[in-house]
């Protein structure tokens, strides 16, 4: 069986003015729950958004998109 490495990278995000960045990558440990380790990375980053991508190699040449996270709780409110 082909071991799959998974890496989490944090966005942030303001839909008023057309912002979409990157601002952290974290490797995960597969062996715990992804969600819980998802839910700690969009804290520490307050993002909106995290996309979880999955690799078969450990080196993370080949990404495939594993799942997305949105988080209401961070979204920009700039347009208040």
Not at 23 to 50: C, G, H, T, W
Not at 72 to 79: N, W
């Amino acid at each position: 069986m082909m071991t799959k490495h998974y890496i989490a990278v944090t966005y942030d995000i303001c839909e008023h003015n057309d912002l979409c960045e990157d601002m952290n990558e974290y490797i995960l440990d597969s062996s715990y729950d992804i969600d819980m380790q998802v839910r700690e990375f969009a804290k520490i980053d307050i993002a909106p958004l995290i996309k979880v991508y999955e690799s078969v190699t450990s080196d993370f040449k080949e990404l495939e998109l594993y799942k997305e996270y949105k988080f209401k709780q961070y979204e920009c409110d700039c347009d208040q």
